[in-house]
Structure formats: structure tokens, C-alpha cells
């Protein structure tokens, strides 16, 4: 069958009592987390977060885009450890938008988004044990951060309803010292101790305005990217009418 066929079919099926075969499969089978999980209607003032990685962690897990499982990437060859929850968020590319905004913050032409859903760390006073986990979380600024001649940027969020952090609303309430430790892990986990040589670099430490931003961006960029097949799962699970 063409592939025109088979789009035909599936808005046939979601339009009509079939749907429901749709509707039920999103019940029974796992959704992909960076697909198939939404960002969330407040976003970006709330943001659901896909956690890869806790701060006890010394292998590096990322999720196969292909598969959408968490899978080992490497070992940490090193002493650092994250230092705070780290993950994506869903449904975000960080491609032409978010390159042109890191162009236009540190006047370097040659950067280039670097083709992923765009990175959060979380922080949150309570201990989660494991990632491959949702969790609801308030953006409150951001590292942007080149790795290479790519723009990498990392955002900065709480943990909704957390004790010690759940408050804060803008990274000027963070310590320094806080900040620094994002800082050094994210310039070092990549570096052996005798390479001097480090392709990561962090140009800006921005605030909650700016991540909006940036996040909004990183949703276009994915609505450019992937808008085929998020409007194919809303017509599959029957959130969109034909």
C-alpha cells in the first residue's frame, strides 16, 4: 500500500467508530518520550520533564530516539557526577530557531543547533532513585552552552511542589554555588583529566524570560520537524477531529 493509501486509511479509521482501536492501543502500549508525551498546556511556565539521568548514576543513560527506550550509553569514565536531575523536554527539537538565538546572544555565525530534544535539569530536594520517569517542572533559566559549533542549551528547572526548590521562579534565587556545580559538570564530564583541550563552552547563565524563549523556540523547531507526526498520533488517539 502507498503511503498516501495509509494515511488515508488511518483519518478513515480515527473518523469513525474504528478510532477507538486507536485510542485503545494508546492505553496498552507505551508511548515514546519524546514523541509521544506532550509538553504540557501551560508550557513554558509548566513543563512535563522525561528524566534520563539521577545524580547517583555513574553510567550515562539516554533514550534511543529510534525505540524510545532508555538505554546504557556509556559508562562515566570519570568522577562527575550530575548534580541534579537530567533528562529532555518532550515534543522539542533544538535545530534552526534555537541556533539562531544562540547566533544572535554570542555573535557567532557558524553555530548550529545540535539536532535534539532540548535538555533540562531538574532540581529538587527529594531523592529519585532511578530515571525513565515523568515530572511536572517549573523552567527558571538556563545554560547556553556550545558544545563544539553547536548550540546545546541547557535549562534549568524545579521540581513542582518541591520543599526546598518548588518555590523559586527565576534563577537569580539560586546560590552561585549551585550554579557552578551545573557549570562544572557540564564543561568537564566530556574531558579527560589530562586533556586540557574542551569542546564545551557555557557563554551564558540566562533567566526565566530567556528559557521561555527558548523553549518556545525549541517547539517550533519541532512542530517544522515532526508537525506530520504529531498531527497523525492526535488524529490516532482521537484528540483532533478529521
Known amino acids: 500500500m502507498a503511503p498516501s493509501e495509509k494515511d488515508e486509511q488511518m483519518e478513515q479509521l480515527a473518523q469513525t467508530g474504528d478510532g477507538h482501536f486507536f485510542q485503545t492501543m494508546g492505553l496498552l502500549c507505551k508511548s515514546h518520550p519524546w514523541h509521544g508525551v506532550e509538553l504540557g498546556k501551560d508550557a513554558p511556565d509548566l513543563v512535563m520533564a522525561y528524566v534520563e539521568i539521577v545524580p547517583m548514576d555513574t ?13 546504557v550509553d556509556r559508562p562515566q569514565r570519570y568522577s562527575n557526577i550530575c548534580p541534579a536531575l537530567y533528562g529532555f523536554l518532550p515534543q522539542t527539537h533544538c535545530t534552526e530557531r534555537v541556533a539562531e ?26 531523592t529519585i532513585s ?59 564530564y566530556k574531558a579527560a583529566p589530562e586533556n586540557t ?27 517544522d520537524s515532526f508537525g506530520h507526526l504529531a498531527e497523525m498520533l492526535a488524529r490516532m488517539t482521537g484528540r483532533v477531529e478529521g
Open 197 to 223: 583541550h574542551n569542546s564545551c563552552h557555557i557563554t551564558h547563565v540566562y533567566d526565566r524570560e530567556e528559557a521561555h524563549e527558548v523553549i518556545r523556540r525549541s517547539q517550533a523547531d519541532y512542530r
Open 101 to 126: 538565538m544562540c547566533r544572535e546572544r554570542t555573535g557567532r555565525e557558524d553555530i548550529a543547533g545540535d539536532g535534539d530534544p532540548l535538555d533540562v535539569c531538574i532540581l529538587a530536594e527529594k
Open 59 to 71: 553510567v550515562k543513560y539516554e533514550v534511543d530516539k529510534k525505540t524510545g527506550y532508555l538505554k
Open 130 to 188: 532511578h530515571g525513565d520517569i515523568l515530572l511536572p517542572a517549573i523552567p527558571i533559566g538556563g545554560l547556553r552552552m556550545i558544545d563544539g559549533d553547536e548550540a546545546d542549551d541547557k535549562i534549568i528547572a524545579v521540581m513542582k511542589g518541591d520543599a526546598a526548590y518548588g518555590k523559586w521562579n527565576d534563577i537569580r534565587q539560586c546560590p552561585n554555588m549551585l550554579i557552578d556545580r551545573l557549570r562544572h559538570y557540564f564543561l568537564t
